[in-house]
């Protein structure tokens, strides 16, 4: 039974089919069917396909009533849209679906966790939105909410636990078959924790334990859970709300950050060893990770930042895209992470270059909106250059810089000039691990965004730009001289 928020939500999306034009969207990076889209939702892999929801308001390029945008793919880089799975048509999620996550059940189906967001008028008169969590179960098209829902609610919230924010379920399967899920809920000192549950059938939850909590260090709330292991070590990501900035590490405002440690599934306890930032750009929020039927854990995240959402000039049809996905990795207690390999067969056109940099140059075939290239320095005997630049979608009034200076080790992106009318965050820097002068980035570009991996993905840094198509030149500059190697693919979407 489809509901009439639904139908309508559907039509509207027939209405608006193909009316936004390819060139107009990014190519390989998944930007909403029509209107505003912000959380990438139920990321996993089902009959075949990769199945990508996301958080959606089709009628408008800002954020509204919350709805469940689909799209499919084999490759995780060409994605097929899917009619919008969830609206927000029941008493318990009048007000929003709100983020949640996806998996295959044993006979076929796939069961959608996600939460259900309703208004109350609190006792003192103000209005807030009730969080509660939520199943459906579809086909990979067709969704039927759960009649029993909603499935966790305020009486499975630990003592001191907030029932207004409690939210964004990540679900897994464990060896075992039974099912478990970690959610978002902010504690009685204001800032979040994560809580586990447990499940025999997906369907009757229980609280197992508090895995880990802010206790107001790293922001307040904390957004968007996911637990995993790899690499033989236990990984929480999750996305903190109003943090301050701490050094280079973390910025003001909406953060990403990874947890690293070791968990005990008969105590429920979580021991962190090391944290750091997923992501040290401007446009990157509210990850979600996979497990690949290869075993690859991969991730996406909303390539935007909630304090720089400021509706572009040129591009009133859609708002809002999700990252290249990302092979996850430990390394040295670090998180590594580099874009999917499928990327490697876009690759198109390669032009390699090995030269001397000692001033300001192009070089012959390297430009374009839509590419991967690597740009390797390496200082020549020892002789550690001042500062090296990139400029990339360069035209005439327009670039996007990054800078690595060698003595601080400090990398900043800049997109000052990359198309924006509005006084938001445009530059970001991060330290990045020493290596006498020698560093590796590896840039993916597309239409509307800049991801660069440094190092071998020991670092990324993640930003959208406006830069009209045509500003599509690169160059580079030092001050000093280096080897500069590039190695560049156009890519063929
Ligand atoms: C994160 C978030 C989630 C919530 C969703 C609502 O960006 O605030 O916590 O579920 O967006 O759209």
Request: proline content about 4%; hydrophobic content about 35%.
């Given at each position: 039974?489809?509901s009439?928020k639904?139908?309508?939500?559907?039509?509207?999306?027939?209405?608006?089919?193909?009316?936004?034009?390819?060139e107009?969207?990014?190519?390989?990076?998944?930007?909403p069917?029509?209107?505003?889209?912000?959380?990438?939702?139920?990321?996993?892999?089902?009959?075949?396909?990769?199945?990508?929801?996301?958080?959606?308001?089709?009628?408008?390029i800002?954020?509204?009533p919350?709805?469940?945008?689909?799209?499919?793919s084999?490759?995780?880089?060409?994605?097929?849209?899917?009619?919008?799975?969830?609206?927000?048509?029941?008493q318990y999620?009048?007000?929003g679906?709100?983020s949640?996550?996806?998996?295959?059940l044993?006979?076929?189906?796939?069961l959608?966790?996600?939460t259900g967001v309703?208004?109350?008028?609190?006792?003192?008169?103000?209005?807030?939105?009730?969080q509660?969590q939520?199943m459906?179960?579809?086909d990979?098209?067709?969704?039927?909410?759960?009649?029993?829902?909603?499935?966790?609610?305020?009486?499975?919230?630990?003592?001191?636990?907030?029932?207004?924010?409690?939210?964004?379920?990540k679900?897994?399967?464990?060896?075992?078959?039974s099912?478990?899920?970690?959610?978002?809920n902010?504690?009685?000192?204001?800032?979040?924790?994560?809580?586990?549950?447990?499940?025999?059938?997906?369907?009757?939850?229980?609280?197992?334990?508090?895995v880990d909590?802010?206790?107001?260090?790293?922001?307040?709330?904390w957004?968007?859970p996911?637990?995993?292991?790899?690499?033989?070590?236990t990984?929480?990501?999750?996305?903190?709300q109003?943090?301050?900035?701490?050094g280079?590490?973390?910025?003001?405002?909406?953060?990403?950050?990874?947890l690293?440690g070791?968990?005990?599934?008969?105590?429920?306890?979580?021991?962190?060893?090391s944290?750091?930032s997923?992501?040290?750009?401007?446009?990157f929020?509210?990850?979600?990770?996979?497990?690949?039927?290869?075993?690859?854990?991969?991730?996406?995240?909303?390539?935007?930042?909630?304090d720089a959402c400021?509706?572009?000039?040129?591009n009133?049809?859609w708002?809002?895209?999700?990252?290249?996905?990302?092979?996850?990795?430990?390394k040295?207690?670090?998180?590594?992470?580099?874009?999917?390999?499928e990327?490697?067969?876009?690759r198109?056109?390669?032009?390699?270059?090995?030269?001397?940099?000692?001033?300001?140059?192009t070089?012959?075939?390297?430009?374009?909106?839509?590419?991967?290239?690597?740009?390797?320095i390496?200082?020549?005997?020892?002789?550690?250059?001042?500062?090296?630049?990139?400029?990339?979608?360069?035209?005439?009034r327009?670039?996007?810089?990054?800078?690595?200076?060698?003595?601080?080790?400090?990398?900043?992106l800049?997109?000052?000039?990359?198309g924006s009318?509005?006084?938001?965050?445009?530059?970001?820097?991060?330290?990045?691990?020493?290596?006498?002068?020698?560093i590796?980035?590896?840039?993916l570009?597309?239409?509307?965004?800049?991801?660069?991996?440094?190092?071998d993905g020991?670092?990324?840094?993640?930003?959208?730009?406006?830069?009209?198509q045509?500003?599509?030149?690169?160059?580079?500059?030092?001050?000093?001289?280096?080897?500069?190697?590039?190695?560049k693919?156009?890519?063929c979407?």
């Amino acid at each position: 039974m489809i509901s009439e928020k639904l139908k309508k939500a559907r039509e509207y999306e027939e209405k608006y089919a193909g009316y936004i034009p390819e060139e107009e969207r990014p190519a390989y990076h998944l930007s909403p069917m029509i209107g505003w889209m912000n959380d990438p939702n139920g990321f996993s892999y089902y009959q075949g396909k990769y199945h990508l929801f996301y958080q959606y308001n089709p009628y408008d390029i800002k954020w509204g009533p919350m709805h469940w945008g689909h799209a499919v793919s084999e490759d995780l880089l060409h994605w097929e849209y899917l009619p919008c799975a969830l609206a927000p048509d029941t008493q318990y999620d009048g007000a929003g679906c709100f983020s949640g996550s996806a998996l295959e059940l044993e006979d076929g189906r796939q069961l959608l966790m996600y939460t259900g967001v309703r208004e109350e008028v609190k006792e003192n008169g103000v209005r807030d939105t009730l969080q509660t969590q939520c199943m459906a179960v579809g086909d990979g098209l067709n969704y039927e909410k759960y009649e029993g829902n909603p499935v966790l609610t305020e009486e499975n919230l630990p003592q001191g636990g907030s029932r207004y924010d409690f939210r964004d379920p990540k679900i897994w399967r464990e060896k075992d078959g039974s099912f478990a899920a970690i959610v978002a809920n902010r504690s009685d000192d204001e800032s979040g924790s994560l809580l586990l549950y447990r499940s025999e059938d997906g369907f009757q939850w229980k609280l197992a334990s508090m895995v880990d909590r802010c206790y107001n260090e790293f922001g307040k709330m904390w957004e968007c859970p996911d637990m995993f292991e790899l690499d033989g070590k236990t990984l929480i990501l999750t996305s903190p709300q109003d943090m301050c900035r701490s050094g280079l590490e973390f910025h003001n405002g909406n953060n990403t950050m990874y947890l690293m440690g070791t968990f005990d599934p008969k105590s429920g306890e979580f021991v962190r060893e090391s944290l750091g930032s997923i992501d040290y750009g401007i446009d990157f929020y509210a990850t979600q990770t996979m497990l690949a039927p290869d075993g690859r854990r991969i991730m996406v995240a909303w390539m935007q930042n909630w304090d720089a959402c400021v509706t572009p000039v040129n591009n009133p049809r859609w708002f809002g895209q999700i990252t290249v996905p990302r092979e996850l990795r430990v390394k040295d207690g670090r998180l590594i992470q580099n874009p999917v390999r499928e990327i490697e067969k876009l690759r198109g056109r390669r032009v390699h270059h090995n030269i001397v940099l000692c001033n300001e140059t192009t070089l012959q075939g390297v430009y374009g909106r839509v590419m991967d290239m690597t740009v390797t320095i390496t200082p020549v005997k020892g002789d550690v250059y001042e500062r090296f630049r990139l400029k990339l979608a360069q035209g005439s009034r327009h670039y996007t810089v990054i800078t690595y200076k060698p003595l601080t080790s400090v990398l900043k992106l800049d997109r000052s000039n990359s198309g924006s009318c509005r006084d938001v965050v445009h530059e970001r820097s991060l330290v990045v691990r020493r290596q006498e002068g020698k560093i590796r980035l590896r840039v993916l570009m597309d239409r509307y965004s800049i991801e660069v991996f440094v190092n071998d993905g020991e670092q990324a840094v993640s930003a959208t730009i406006y830069t009209p198509q045509t500003a599509n030149g690169v160059s580079f500059e030092i001050v000093g001289q280096a080897m500069l190697e590039v190695d560049k693919y156009d890519l063929c979407v």
